[in-house]
């Protein structure tokens, strides 16, 4: 009888695909350089733990190991069968690997959805089997996976490069530069513990290998290659609780794929152009690099070094360029060079030879030898002053770079971070070697040490980030929902001006006080209720950007104002909108305009925006943006992180601007948005004048646009 899952599967039901007890090839092939013998030759050579049964109807044995016609000819259990068959074949096999018990498949076959609507389909039909029997399956398309724990040893991949082992979780989305990843890895001496190439993500995606490392000790480092985030939410969530336990770095392959949208608010053509994923990365905590390089370079440091207590960095070198060009780069990502202390300053001075710099850089000159690293390491490393320490030794060919090595590898005890410069002449791999054997991270030249301690610092002030707390205030989201349904059964994704106010109020923003008219009379008579100044605009569900077309008429003081003002909206809008209504607001003095704002991004759904407002916002573009939902710490330093921020804390003497009250409506937002999130497709307020007190703030224009509906 078939079961069909209904929740989420168990992470660790991964095991049969990372920790199998036995392996079956399905596609294994006599023919040297077919990926079904690759593979089997990759199993076997690299020694796994288990017996491996090639399977092909044609062959009785590959490899010298004894073949067998089909998967349910297998003696005994199959927990992984790795399917490399042609891709009308894929279905079968599957089937087969259901009734045999098999519980955990790669699929390498490619030609499903990468190829267009017919391999879509098979794909679907793939995952159907899946749920039919609750196997696992990473792929299709893909290439394979490694696991390199000692007693596991599983390199089912068709590679031509083994990793070492170390403690690094590898993902890439890309088959192609897996190949690539697991030669640099070997190059670069990063030691990997799980390498997985994803390929379709048909089943187990990037979320569930999150999941999967979170609590596993052998991954130290998590680093991934996407191309997209299946489920962002899901990714945000999970990416946020484990970067506290482990670094993530992802190289994300291009930015998100919003700008082309044509967007009808502010919020909407700001986000959509500038904003790239990675402030919604940081957001959860994710390191986001522009290269595979840089994500190499940092991986080294975070898979095998400490995190630093704080950002200022010790340069020990025994030559002053490579020093000053790392301190260049240290000071370039916003680190800071540490300042040795009297006491460290008067014994390096004992220790090394007069020429000798005993300031930060360290500078020992040429001469410098072993005992002379290991004395000038010791002091700078001691010294409370110091978080972080990068030791460089540049080839003087009398010296032996191995003893230098040594002296280094001796200064990284695992409380303060030691990342290396080798470039020597005389036994210069053996130092190399020497290094990495002690977990001490080598570069070829100063500026990529340099990123690698600015990556580390970046970690841990992303995992030690105060999360903050989400926040309720009372509201009333049936209110907002009858605007929005009063707009729907007109037929408009635009609401008008009176349902905007409707929403914004039901979420307790203030809206300054106003009236709508439709005559000279009606106008002079809201203002003389309202009090003077007042300001004029027209209301029309037509018109977008008001003042644009000359629709706003501000700091209006009498009657005569008021009607001049009227007549003028009037004849130069009408022709627009015969239905066009003048809206007479009250006049908000002494504040500063601000935007908030909502859009949807493509990945990661609802992105919330703060800034400057006014109607030089696209031009000055001053914005910061995160991902909904937001938290009090979210909401605090998205006002806190725009350029402007001196305007609204205060700057030359003026009044500061009621900042807590800034806070609440972005959190009222967030709550007004985490509630509408069905029917939102864009929301701006802009502006929002904020003075020094929340009671004399008001919202002056808002504009809302509903998710269009078929
Ligand atoms: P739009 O964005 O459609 O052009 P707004 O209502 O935002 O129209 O008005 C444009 C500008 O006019 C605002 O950015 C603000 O500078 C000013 N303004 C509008 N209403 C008021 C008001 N009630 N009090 C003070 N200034 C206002
Ligand atoms: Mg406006």
Request: proline share 5%; net charge positive; charged share 25%.
């Amino acid at each position: 009888m078939k079961k069909h899952r209904t929740d989420q599967p168990r992470a660790s039901s991964l095991d049969a695909i990372f920790r199998p007890r036995s392996v079956a090839v399905i596609g294994a092939s006599r023919k040297r350089q077919t990926i079904g013998r690759e593979i089997l030759a990759n199993l076997v050579e690299y020694g796994f733990n288990g017996p491996v049964y090639p399977v092909n109807p044609q062959a009785d044995s590959i490899h010298s190991i004894r073949c067998y016609r089909t998967i349910a000819d297998v003696p005994g259990l199959v927990d992984l069968a790795i399917v490399t068959v042609a891709k009308d074949q894929v279905l079968d096999v599957v089937a087969a690997c259901g009734k045999k018990g098999v519980r955990g498949l790669i699929v390498i076959t490619a030609g499903f959805k990468e190829v267009g609507k017919e391999g879509a389909s098979l794909e679907a039909k793939l995952k159907a089997q899946l749920r039919a029997t609750g196997m696992r399956m990473i792929g299709p398309n893909c290439m394979g996976i490694v696991n390199t724990e000692a007693d596991v040893k599983l390199n089912a991949t068709f590679a031509a490069t083994a990793p070492v082992r170390g403690n690094v979780g590898f993902v890439s989305q890309s088959g192609a530069l897996g190949e690539a990843i697991l030669a640099d890895a070997v190059e670069t001496g990063l030691g990997v513990a799980m390498f997985v190439s994803m390929g379709n993500k048909t089943d187990v995606s990037g979320n569930d290998l999150l999941e999967y490392w979170e609590d596993n000790d052998d991954v130290q480092a998590i680093l991934m290659y996407l191309e997209s985030f299946g489920n962002p939410r899901r990714f945000t969530t999970i990416a946020r609780r484990v970067t506290r336990k482990k670094p993530i770095v992802a190289v994300k392959a291009g930015r998100t794929a919003q700008g082309a949208r044509a967007a009808t608010s502010h919020t909407g053509s700001i986000v959509g152009l500038d904003v790239a994923s990675d402030t919604l990365l940081e957001q959860c905590g994710v390191l986001r690099v522009s290269s595979m390089e840089e994500m190499f370079t940092l991986a080294q440091a975070l898979a095998n070094q400490p995190v630093p207590a704080g950002d200022r960095i010790a340069i020990v070198t025994n030559a002053g360029g490579p020093g000053i060009l790392c301190t260049d780069a240290l000071i370039g990502s916003g680190l800071t060079l540490a300042e040795l202390s009297p006491k460290t300053r008067k014994a390096l001075a004992k220790a090394l030879p007069p020429e000798a710099s005993t300031g930060n850089p360290v500078d020992m000159i040429a001469s410098a030898d072993a005992s002379r690293y290991r004395a000038a390491l010791e002091l700078v490393t001691r010294d409370p002053g110091v978080d972080g320490i990068i030791a460089i030794f540049v080839s003087p060919i009398m010296i032996d770079a191995y003893e230098v090595a040594v002296a280094i590898a001796a200064a990284s005890r695992g409380v303060k971070p030691v990342l290396s410069v080798f470039m020597g002449k005389r036994r210069s791999d053996e130092g190399v070697a020497e290094l990495r054997s002690h977990r001490v991270p080598v570069y070829r030249f100063p500026e990529n040490a340099a990123a690698a301690m600015a990556g580390l610092v970046r970690y841990r002030t992303l995992r030690d980030r105060p999360i903050g707390r989400t926040v309720r205030f009372p509201s009333d989201a049936a209110r907002a929902r009858k605007a929005i349904a009063s707009a729907r059964r007109a037929g408009r994704t635009m609401l008008s001006a009176r349902e905007v106010g409707e929403v914004l109020a039901a979420y307790g923003f203030p809206l300054a006080p106003s009236r709508l008219c439709s005559s000279v009379a009606e106008a002079i008579a809201a203002a003389h209720e309202l009090g003077y100044p007042v300001v004029l605009k027209a209301a029309s569900d037509a018109i977008v950007h008001k003042s644009d077309l000359g629709g706003v008429k501000v700091d209006l003081r009498n009657g005569d104002e008021v009607a001049a003002a009227f007549k003028q909206i009037v004849s130069r809008l009408r022709s627009k909108d015969a239905k066009l209504l003048v809206q007479v607001q009250r006049m908000i003095g002494g504040g500063r305009e601000v935007i908030l704002g909502m859009t949807r991004d493509a990945q990661f759904g609802p992105v919330l925006m703060f800034g400057l407002g006014g109607i030089f916002v696209e031009v000055m573009k001053d914005v910061s943006v995160r991902i909904h939902p937001l938290t009090d710490v979210n909401a605090r330093s998205m006002i806190e992180r725009i350029k402007g921020f001196p305007l609204l804390a205060g700057a030359r003497g003026e009044k500061p601007v009621d900042l807590p009250f800034l806070e609440r409506s972005l959190l009222r937002l967030s709550q007004l948005v985490g509630d509408l999130e069905d029917e939102l497709a864009e929301l701006d307020i802009n502006p929002l004048i904020v003075t020094g007190s929340a009671r004399t703030s008001f919202v002056v224009d808002a504009r809302i646009a509903l998710i269009p509906r078929p």
